[in-house]
C-alpha cells in the first residue's frame, strides 16, 4: 500500500493527442471567463446544493474574495434554476447550469455574461447562440464523460488555477470525492488526476491506497468493520463479532495507552492480514461472477488533507464531504461554504449541533423504517415508502437499509415532497458490484422518470428521480422489469 505517482493513476485518456486537445480547447474557454471576471466590479454565482456545489461555490467565493471582487453565493436545487435572475453583469453558474433552461439569464442584453462550469450532460450545442456573452465550460463537449473526468468544482479549481495558483487544488479532490467520481475504480481519473497532482505537489493532499473502510480517521476500526455495506458479510451490524474478527486475527483494539484503533493506525502487516481475511469472506458469500470485482470493492484510493488535525471529521476527503453534505441537507448551506473557506472557528458551535441532529434525524428514521418492516419485494428491486422522512435525506437512510436487506437488488426509497405538482423523491442505492458488472441506474432512472412524466439520473450506484404522485407504482413497475438480477 505505497504511495503512488501520478502516472500510475492517469486515465488511459490523458496519453493521446484527443485528450491533450480537449484540454487545451477547454484551457482557452478557462482563460477567457478570467478574463471577464478580473473586468467585473460584481458577480452572481449559482450553485448546486450537495457537496460537489457547495465547495465550487465556496472556492470561487474565495477566489474572488483575494481579488477583492463584490459578489453573493446562492445554493439552488436543479428545479429552481429555471426561475433564477440576476442584477449583475456577470452571473456564474457552477455544478449545475448545463442541463437546465437558463433563458431568464441569457434573453438579457448584449451587455451581460454568463459562465457556466458543469460536469452534467449539457442541453445546448456548444457555441450556442444567446443574447449574452455565455461561455459554457463543461469536458462532455470534448469527449470527456462528465461523471468520473472531472466535478463542479473540479472545473473551479481549473478556472482559478488560470490565475496562476493552485492553493485550492485540494477543494477540487473535494469536490470529486464528494460528487462518488472515485467509485468505479477506487480511484480519481480524467481531469482529476491533474487536480491530484498540483494537490500532491502543493502539499495538501496525500494520496495512497488502503482499505475501502469509512472513517478511516475517526471510527474505531470494529466499528468501520460494522459498517461495511456492499455486501451483507457475518460482520454486518455486528460489532462484538467484529471485535472477535480482529482479536482472532490478532489485530489489537486498543493500543498500548487503551485508545481504541482506527483504520489509519493499524501497520501494512496488519492491514494485509485484514484484506486477506476479508476477502475470503466475501468470497464465501457472493456468485461467481462477482468474485472478481471484489478486490475494487476492498481496497482503493485515499485522499488525506495534510493540513487538517489527525483523527478530525476533515482529516480524510469521505468524511470531510460528510460535513459538507450534512450542510446541504438540512438547508444550512451557508455554514458548509464558511466551511470551505475556512471559518470554522466563528460557527463551531452551529455546526457541531447540526451534525448532531443530523445524526439523530438519520438513526430515528432508520430505526423506524426498519420496525415498521415495510420494505417491498419485487423479482429484481426492493423499495419503500418513507413516509415523512425529508427529501433530502432520503438517499443516505436508502443507502444504510440496503445493509439489512438484499445487496444484489437495488434499494429504492421515496418519500412525499409539495408542490404546485405534488410528487415523490425517489432515492435508489445499490452495490458497486452491480456497478462493476455493467448496470447504470443513473441511466435507467432517468429514462424511466421520462416515461413517468418525471426527471432524474445520476450515478450507476447512487441516483434518483423527481416522479409525479400518480406514477410512483408505474415507476417502481417499469424500473422492476427494465432489467434482471441473476
Request: charged share 25%; proline share 3%.
Amino acid at each position: 500500500m505505497s504511495s503512488e505517482t501520478n502516472s500510475d493513476y492517469m486515465d488511459s485518456h490523458s496519453s493521446n493527442s484527443d485528450y491533450t486537445d480537449s484540454r487545451t480547447n477547454m484551457q482557452l474557454l478557462f482563460n477567457k471567463a478570467r478574463n471577464k471576471i478580473l473586468d467585473s466590479d460584481d458577480i452572481t454565482i449559482y450553485t448546486h446544493t450537495d457537496c460537489d456545489g457547495i465547495t465550487a461555490g465556496g472556492l470561487l467565493s474565495s477566489l474572488l474574495e483575494q481579488y477583492e471582487i463584490e459578489h453573493s453565493v446562492s445554493c439552488v436545487d436543479i428545479n429552481e434554476v429555471q426561475e433564477l435572475e440576476t442584477d449583475t453583469k456577470l452571473t456564474i453558474f457552477s455544478d449545475l447550469g448545463a442541463g437546465q433552461d437558463i433563458s431568464n439569464i441569457t434573453n438579457k442584453s448584449k451587455d451581460n455574461s454568463v459562465i457556466i462550469l458543469d460536469h452534467h450532460p449539457p442541453i445546448r450545442p456548444l457555441g450556442h447562440d444567446t443574447k449574452v456573452e455565455l461561455i459554457e465550460i463543461n469536458p462532455n463537449y470534448y469527449g470527456l464523460d462528465g461523471s468520473y473526468t472531472v466535478s463542479g468544482g473540479g472545473l473551479s479549481y481549473l478556472l482559478s488555477k488560470s490565475f496562476g495558483s493552485c492553493e485550492y487544488s485540494w477543494m477540487g479532490i473535494l469536490s470529486a470525492v464528494g460528487d462518488m467520481q472515485n467509485t468505479g475504480t477506487g480511484r480519481l481519473r480524467g481531469l482529476n488526476t491533474e487536480i491530484l497532482d498540483d494537490a500532491i505537489n502543493s502539499g495538501q493532499v496525500s494520496c495512497d491506497t488502503d482499505l475501502l473502510l469509512y472513517g478511516r480517521n475517526t471510527r474505531p476500526l470494529f466499528v468501520a468493520l460494522s459498517y461495511f455495506g456492499d455486501i451483507h458479510l457475518p460482520l454486518t451490524n455486528n460489532r462484538n463479532e467484529c471485535i472477535y474478527f480482529l482479536e482472532n486475527l490478532g489485530i489489537p483494539v486498543k493500543d498500548e495507552y487503551g485508545r481504541v484503533r482506527c483504520l489509519c493506525d493499524l501497520n501494512i502487516d496488519e492491514k494485509s492480514i485484514l484484506y486477506s481475511e476479508l476477502l475470503k469472506m466475501m468470497v464465501r458469500e457472493v456468485p461467481d461472477k462477482y468474485i472478481k470485482y471484489l478486490p475494487k470493492l476492498l481496497s482503493g484510493q485515499f485522499y488525506e488533507f495534510n493540513f487538517e488535525p489527525e483523527y478530525s471529521s476533515y482529516r480524510d476527503a469521505s468524511e470531510y464531504s460528510t460535513v459538507i453534505n450534512a450542510c446541504g441537507r438540512n438547508n444550512r448551506h451557508d455554514l458548509g461554504l464558511e466551511v470551505i473557506k475556512g471559518n470554522r472557528e466563528s460557527i463551531a458551535p452551529q455546526l457541531e449541533g447540526l451534525v448532531k441532529d443530523h445524526k439523530r434525524y438519520i438513526a430515528q428514521n432508520l430505526s423506524k423504517v426498519n420496525e415498521e418492516n415495510n420494505i417491498v419485494i419485487r423479482d429484481n428491486i426492493q423499495y419503500f415508502d418513507g413516509g415523512e422522512i425529508k427529501p433530502s435525506v432520503i438517499g443516505t437512510i436508502t443507502g444504510m437499509l440496503l445493509n439489512n436487506y438484499d445487496w444484489q437488488k437495488p434499494m429504492i426509497g421515496y418519500t412525499h415532497i409539495d408542490g404546485e405538482e405534488p410528487g415523490y423523491k425517489v432515492s435508489l442505492r445499490c452495490s458497486k458490484l452491480l456497478g462493476f458488472e455493467g448496470i447504470h441506474f443513473g441511466n435507467i432512472v432517468r429514462d424511466i422518470s421520462l416515461k413517468c412524466e418525471g426527471s432524474g439520473g445520476g450515478h450507476s450506484v447512487a441516483c434518483g428521480a423527481y416522479i409525479p404522485e400518480d406514477n410512483i407504482d408505474k415507476f417502481m413497475d417499469i424500473l422492476d422489469n427494465s432489467f434482471k438480477i441473476t
